[in-house]
C-alpha cells in the first residue's frame, strides 16, 4: 500500500438471523450500543483513520441506514424549534461528517460475495474492510493500526486477537511465521475449524486492508464454508502469495454480532460514559448480589 487510507467497505447486506426477531424489519447494523447504532461507530473509527470514503453495501429492506447517514430535514427543523442545540448538532454531524456510496449485494451469498459487490466503486486501489460484528475500543483506530503495518510491507493485513481454545470454531483463524511485536506473516487461514484443525488461537477480528486485485481473487473462487463466498478463502490465497500479515491489534474487542457479546458491549460502553457510570455501577451492585 503506497497511499493513505481513502475508501473503506462496510458489508451489511447480511440477515442477521442470531438476532431474530429484532432483525426483522431493522438492520442488525442499526442495533445501538447505549445510543449510537453500530455501524456509526464503525463509520467514526474508519473517519478517524482518515477514511474520506465509505461504501456501504446493502441488501432489501436496510435503508434505514442510509437513511442514518442522510440529512432528516423534519427531525433537524423540530429540534431546531425546541431549542435542542446538542441534539441537533450531533444529528447534523452524522450526516457532515461521511460519503457514503451505497452498493447492493443481491442476495447474501457470504461476506467475499458482499465485498465483491463494492468493486466498481472502489476502484483500483487498495480500500479497509470494516464489519459492524466486531467493534474495538482502542486508542488508535483498529483499521488504522492495519494501515501502518500494510504502508510499511506493502502487504495485506487482517486483524487478529487471541481467544481461548474452547472459541476458535466460531472464528477465522491465522497462523504463520511469528515476527516483531507478535504479528504473523500469515501461511494458513481457515474459516470456523472444528477445535482439533484449528492451526492456532488467533482470531480474525472483522477488520481488514486488501489491495485491489483481491478482487479478482473473489471473483474466481467457488463457493466455500456454507455455499457462501467467503473472505477468508481469498485471503487465504494472499497468504500462499506470502502477501498477508496478520496484525495482532490493541483495544479491547467486543462481539457485537453474538447476543452475549452485544449485551457485554452495551456496559461497557455505558461504563465509559460519565452520566451513566455511576448509576449503572450502583444497579449492577444491587443486581450481582
Ligand atoms: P455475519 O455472517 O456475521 O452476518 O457477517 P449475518 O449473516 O447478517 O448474521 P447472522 O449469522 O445471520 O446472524 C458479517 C458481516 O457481513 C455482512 C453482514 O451484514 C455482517 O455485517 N454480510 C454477510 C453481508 O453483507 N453479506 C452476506 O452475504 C453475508
Do not use: C
Not at 449510537?36 to 446493502?58: D, F, K, R
Not at 464454508?225 to 497468504?239: M, P, R
Not at 457485537?256 to 465509559?272: I, T
Request: no cysteine; net charge neutral.
Amino acid at each position: 500500500m503506497n497511499h493513505p487510507l481513502r475508501k473503506v467497505v462496510v458489508p451489511a447486506a447480511g440477515l442477521g438471523t442470531r438476532f431474530l426477531p429484532a432483525t426483522k424489519a431493522i438492520p442488525k447494523e442499526m442495533l445501538p450500543i447505549v445510543d449510537t447504532p453500530t455501524i456509526q461507530l464503525i463509520v467514526e473509527e474508519a473517519l478517524s483513520a482518515g477514511a474520506q470514503e465509505v461504501v456501504l453495501v446493502n441488501g432489501r429492506g436496510k435503508g434505514a441506514i442510509e437513511d442514518h447517514f442522510d440529512r432528516a430535514y423534519e427531525l433537524e427543523d423540530q429540534l431546531q424549534r425546541k431549542g435542542k442545540k446538542e441534539l441537533f448538532e450531533e444529528v447534523r454531524r452524522i450526516s457532515d461528517s461521511v460519503r457514503l456510496v451505497s452498493v447492493r449485494q443481491k442476495e447474501p451469498l457470504g461476506l467475499g460475495h458482499a465485498v465483491l459487490a463494492a468493486r466498481h466503486a472502489v476502484g483500483t486501489e487498495w480500500f479497509g474492510v470494516l464489519l459492524g460484528d466486531d467493534v474495538v475500543d482502542a486508542d488508535e483506530p483498529a483499521i488504522g493500526q492495519l494501515v501502518r503495518f500494510a504502508r510499511k510491507t506493502g502487504k495485506a493485513a487482517v486483524a487478529l486477537m487471541p481467544v481461548p481454545e474452547t472459541q476458535v470454531h466460531l472464528y477465522g483463524v491465522a497462523a504463520g511465521r511469528a515476527i516483531e511485536g507478535g504479528h504473523v506473516e500469515v501461511d494458513r487461514i481457515v474459516e470456523k475449524p472444528p477445535r482439533d484443525r484449528a492451526p492456532s488461537t488467533l482470531a480474525v477480528v472483522g477488520r481488514y486492508v486488501l489491495p485491489p486485485d483481491v478482487f479478482d481473487i473473489l471473483a474466481n473462487l467457488p463457493a466455500g464454508a456454507g455455499g457462501e463466498i467467503q473472505l477468508t478463502d481469498a485471503l487465504a490465497v494472499l497468504a500462499q502469495q506470502k502477501r498477508l500479515l496478520g496484525v495482532r491489534i490493541q483495544g479491547v474487542r467486543h462481539d457485537a454480532g453474538d447476543r452475549l457479546g452485544y449485551v457485554q458491549a452495551n456496559v461497557a460502553y455505558a461504563l465509559k460514559r460519565p452520566d451513566l457510570r455511576e448509576p449503572l455501577l450502583a444497579w449492577l451492585r444491587e443486581v450481582v448480589k
